[in-house]
């Protein structure tokens, strides 16, 4: 070896290493850049119609874009020196020449509407992008309409649907502007026909049809009995409807709007006798605004009062909402139905209160079949309550007994019963079948076994037992996942959480809990797990917390509720809309 060669060579077989210049490709393309700007060895030559000239090299333009691409390669403008490009901005196409070459391209209110439909025809996907997302930044109540016919004619769906998601979020700010008021007959029905649709209140949704109809009285009112049918009139109050409806002088003309007004009065009055039996159409259902809530139920233990706190995941704002009068009945349990009817249990007794109506108050519905039957376990499959097990009246003591509650037939049917008779359980739904979890045998004997009900075949099946017994225990599904929270057995209470996964039969722990608690209820809401309130051996009174669980971090948070002076009674996740008259 010669003395001035260096041997690098560290074994007999040297490895190679790639090396990568990140900015060469830049420095390239900034002399491309500074080369066209020169005019220097430029090959073609766009020309548009107002005479500007824009000059580029075709294998540049070609590599970036499949409309040049096709061009240069396939038709009469692969021959030419000076290619004219038809009925397009000069400015909007020097930015995108420019964009080719660097990289960067200047977005604002004055191009957008041109840049993004060149961008989608030069089928600069980039670009095209950026615009969609400037355009989402800019959506406001005066524009989110216009916006979004912007994206139906030129097919940008994810634009169009940030759109129609801004406007139902923000129905009360759009439909007072100006871009509302010159909407077609066709678009108006397509808005207020939505199923969600953030309106505090359906009169809100009838002031804006008829706001409408009066802008252009002459060439509307025809379209007012096609508007109406979308019109919710049985969920506006009775007050509003005979202060307000009936006396509008649009609505006395039309046979056809006389006759919602009459359906309004005649579901009116089906709610003061029959709750849940009303027949179910569109114009009764509540409106959805998409947006979710925790409503925690609490009971003042010397008052005939059930309070009502209002937590927002979203925001961690919490308030106390409103008290009703609670039949002097004592409430373990809540359950939700059709979205809007919170279920009550008490000792064989269930009451409901309708969320949606203007005045709530608890209606009674008929009792259990077993009777006295208490701290019993319950779940809702298919608009159906499920009541288990629990305490009977007298001799009966511990009961394996289990009845189903039809809301359409308003009866109580005796179903099989489970293998163990158990009480001060929970319960789980997962896949349209009903979990029993844990719960009590007597005072002393608290179970780790788990049973499953077949609403279908009318059976019940023995699943895996859990780690420990859990008596009060909360449970939880989420991802097909069932949770057994916290607890309390023999050595204490509980804040250990474990987990049942149907396909392999096994149930494993997680991380525990801030706080030892029983008697909560478990929520889940955008793939978190919500713990709310409950009890522990550190306090007589319900735990002012809610646990908040991630499962990808398997990590707990802790967020405070507000003060109250009453016992926690249960906690339900609700749809915004239908409690905003209480915020």
């Not at 080719?100 to 961008?119: C, D, H, R, S, W």
């Not at 002088?249 to 009459?262: A, E, G, T």
């Not at 919490?318 to 009945?329: A, F, H, P, V």
């Not at 009977?392 to 009845?403: M, R, T």
Request: hydrophobic share 40%.
């Amino acid at each position: 070896m010669a003395d001035d060669q260096m041997d690098v060579s560290k074994s007999s077989e040297c490895e190679s290493t790639n090396y990568t210049n990140c900015s060469h490709i830049v420095k390239v393309f900034e002399v491309l850049q500074s080369l066209r700007k020169n005019e220097a060895l430029c090959d073609i030559t766009l020309k548009t119609d107002d005479g500007t000239t824009i000059f580029g090299h075709r294998i540049v333009l070609m590599s970036a874009s499949q409309y040049f691409l096709a061009m240069f390669s396939n038709f009469n403008e692969s021959k030419k020196d000076v290619v004219s490009i038809k009925e397009l901005d000069s400015t909007v196409l020097q930015l995108l020449v420019d964009y080719i070459y660097t990289g960067q391209i200047m977005i604002n209110k004055e191009n957008v509407e041109v840049l993004l439909p060149t961008a989608n025809l030069f089928q600069l996907d980039f670009v095209k992008s950026a615009c969609i997302e400037f355009l989402e930044t800019q959506l406001d109540p005066q524009n989110c309409l216009g916006i979004g016919a912007f994206a139906d004619l030129h097919n940008c769906l994810e634009l169009l649907s940030s759109s129609e998601a801004y406007i139902r979020k923000n129905f009360l700010d759009v439909v007072k502007g100006n871009e509302f008021l010159s909407l077609s007959t066709e678009k108006v029905i397509e808005l207020i026909s939505s199923n969600v649709l953030n309106a505090p209140s359906e009169e809100k949704v009838y002031e804006c049809v008829i706001n409408w109809v009066k802008h252009k009285l002459n060439d509307r009112y025809d379209s007012l009995p096609k508007l109406m049918e979308h019109v919710r009139l049985p969920l506006i109050s009775l007050k509003y409807i005979s202060t307000n409806v009936v006396v509008e002088p649009l609505l006395k003309n039309s046979s056809k709007c006389k006759d919602y007004i009459i359906e309004a009065f005649q579901l009116h009055a089906l709610k003061t006798q029959q709750l849940i039996t009303i027949p179910q159409t569109i114009r009764n259902t509540p409106r959805k605004s998409g947006q979710k809530v925790i409503l925690v139920f609490s009971q003042y233990c010397d008052k005939d009062l059930l309070e009502i706190c209002w937590y927002d995941p979203t925001t961690s704002l919490r308030q106390i909402l409103t008290n009703i009068g609670s039949n002097d009945e004592f409430f373990f349990g809540l359950a939700l139905i059709k979205d809007n009817f919170v279920l009550a249990m008490s000792d064989s007794c269930v009451l409901t209160l309708d969320l949606s109506l203007q005045s709530s108050s608890l209606v009674p519905l008929i009792d259990m079949s077993v009777d006295s039957r208490n701290y019993f376990g319950f779940g809702v499959i298919d608009g159906r309550l499920y009541v288990v097990g629990g305490v009977g009246k007298g001799s009966d003591g511990c009961l394996n007994s289990a009845e189903v509650f039809d809301m359409n037939y308003q009866e109580w049917r005796m179903i099989s019963n489970m293998a163990n008779k158990r009480f001060d359980m929970d319960v789980g739904v997962l896949n349209n079948l009903l979990y029993v979890v844990g719960g009590c045998y007597d005072d002393d004997a608290h179970l780790k076994s788990v049973e499953c009900y077949d609403p279908i075949l009318d059976t019940w099946t023995s699943v895996a037992e859990m780690s420990v017994c859990r008596s009060s225990v909360g449970v939880g599904v989420m991802d097909g996942l069932i949770y057994a929270v916290g607890g309390i057995n023999e050595s204490g209470y509980l804040k250990s959480v474990e987990v049942y996964k149907p396909s392999s039969g096994v149930w494993t722990y997680i991380a525990d809990m801030h706080l030892p608690r029983c008697s909560c209820s478990v929520l889940t809401l955008d793939g978190l797990l919500y713990v709310v309130s409950g009890y522990n051996d550190l306090s007589d009174e319900s735990l002012e917390s809610i646990e908040i669980y991630n499962p990808n971090t398997n990590t707990w948070s802790m967020e405070k509720l507000p003060k109250s002076n009453s016992d926690f009674v249960g906690g339900l996740i609700v749809d915004k809309s239908v409690v905003t008259k209480f915020i």
